[in-house]
């Protein structure tokens, strides 16, 4: 005698479930599955608990819109690495019961904490050399052979450029101090 034909629903529903090994720890984590039964299905639901914890929780797990797919969103200590550990229930409106995995042998997923970033050592630049009071200098006796050749062409007190004494000593951090006079025609 066939004990479908007279209306007796015999067929567990059919979980699938791909287990994913391994998460980063965030605020939540969330599981799904694919459930069919060939009736109608009463609840499913998502036990879990988290590694050294005895005792589960059970969720009933949401419908994903029309479709054979449900989920279901673990809530998370985001500073915390402790496994889940879980298992789904199926049930039909007949009473058929199917689970995947189990209380005494849970799926698990492990928890992985955030590595900090490791930001890469930068090596500092060498110093750049400071040029300018080489250029003072050079600059300086530039300035004093320019002054002292128009002295020079002068031809004496009257108009000529008169460079004062210059001291290596009146240097401070490669800057010179200098005096120039420059006289005007007919002047002292």
């Not at 630049?125 to 080489?134: S, V």
């Amino acid at each position: 005698m066939d004990v479908s034909a007279q209306g007796f629903d015999v067929e567990p529903p059919i979980i699938e479930h791909e287990v994913i090994e391994s998460a980063e720890a965030a605020d939540r984590q969330s599981f799904t599955a694919t459930v069919a039964d060939d009736d109608e299905l009463a609840s499913v639901r998502f036990l879990y608990r988290f590694e050294g914890d005895r005792n589960y929780t059970s969720v009933e797990m949401d419908r994903v819109s029309f479709s054979s797919t449900f989920i279901v969103q673990v809530p998370m200590d985001i500073q915390s690495d402790r496994a889940i550990q879980y298992y789904f229930e199926a049930r039909d409106v007949s009473g058929n019961r199917t689970l995947r995995g189990y209380n005494f042998s849970p799926l698990v997923r492990f928890i992985e904490l955030p590595q900090p970033a490791v930001v890469p050592a930068v090596e500092p630049e060498p110093a750049k050399r400071n040029y300018k009071p080489f250029y003072y200098v050079a600059g300086a006796l530039v300035l004093g052979a320019l002054v002292g050749a128009l002295a020079n062409s002068s031809g004496g007190d009257d108009g000529s450029i008169n460079p004062g004494p210059m001291n290596t000593g009146d240097c401070l951090n490669g800057l010179c101090d200098f005096t120039i006079t420059i006289n005007a025609p007919g002047g002292p």
